[in-house]
């Protein structure tokens, strides 16, 4: 089972970015998909999820400007980040737990001020 992370990147504050998390070895459309985030310093913080169901939850320091979203068919899961700011940046982690954890390999965010 592995999950890949891509999507980050540098960009200017107020920028954008999508996140994509492909999944592979096993379905988790059944499962509650994240994204989590490590800033450097800082210890490992969930961002965003959305359940089997569609419903989904923000962090309060990201509500409002980013979106999750999935795709069943492709097993995949997104992340919309929109109005980046500098305090944005960090390693983002895309998971999902099936009795094991399961953690992509993370993918570098860094917003410039």
């Known amino acids: 089972v592995q999950l890949q992370a891509s999507g980050g990147g540098t960009v200017q504050a107020g920028g954008s970015l999508r996140l994509s998390c492909a999944a592979s070895?096993?379905?988790?459309?059944?499962?509650?998909r994240d994204w989590f985030r490590q800033a450097p310093g800082k210890e490992r913080e969930l961002v965003a999820s959305i359940n089997w169901k569609g419903s989904t939850y923000y962090s309060d320091s990201v509500k409002g400007r980013f979106a999750i979203s999935r795709d069943n068919a492709k097993n995949s899961w997104y992340l919309q980040m929109n109005s980046l700011k500098p305090e944005d940046t960090a390693i983002y982690y895309c998971?999902?737990?099936?009795?094991?954890?399961?953690w992509g390999h993370g993918t570098l965010v860094t917003v410039s001020s």
């Open positions: 998971h999902s737990k099936s009795g094991w954890d399961y």
């Open positions: 070895g096993r379905s988790f459309s059944n499962n509650s």
